[in-house]
Nanobody
Framework: QVQLVESGGGLVQAGGSLRLSCAASGRTFSTWTIAWFRQAPGKEREFVAA?????????YYADSVKGRFTITRDRAKNTVYLQMNTMRAEDTTVYYC?????????????????WGQGTQVTVSS
């Protein structure tokens, strides 16, 4: 069974940075895609960024975070990171890690079968 554990959330001032981690366990992930989504109260869960475990240039970003957020992977640690820079108040919400094999469209949340418990990010203005 795949387990995803997020960490790194917290409180940061506008313009500051945070790094989220998603530690994956339970299998090998050579054909998997791991993504970050976020969900504010009363809103649908929205795509943030995704990375394919194998291959080159495997990155995907929502327009709202391009140029500010960077997703990376550490294959040795089975961990995916989301580096968030130049943060804004509207980035405040709960962030979730998601993973599935052979994902055709990394930006669609319904393509992911495995989810973490979420980590709260709060940006103060």
């Amino acid at each position: 069974q795949v387990q995803l554990v997020e960490s790194g959330g917290g409180l940061v001032q506008a313009g500051g940075s945070l790094r989220l981690s998603c530690a994956a366990s339970g299998r090998t992930f050579s054909t998997w895609t791991i993504a970050w989504f976020r969900q504010a109260p009363g809103k649908e869960r929205e795509f943030v960024a995704a990375i394919k475990w194998g291959g080159e240039n495997p990155y995907y970003y929502a327009d709202s975070v391009k140029g500010r957020f960077t997703i990376t992977r550490d294959r040795a640690k089975n961990t995916v990171y989301l580096q968030m820079n130049t943060m804004r108040a509207e980035d405040t919400t709960v962030y979730y890690c998601a993973a599935s094999p052979n994902v055709a469209d990394p930006m669609r949340r319904f393509n992911y079968a495995n989810w973490g418990q979420g980590t709260q990010v709060t940006v103060s203005s």
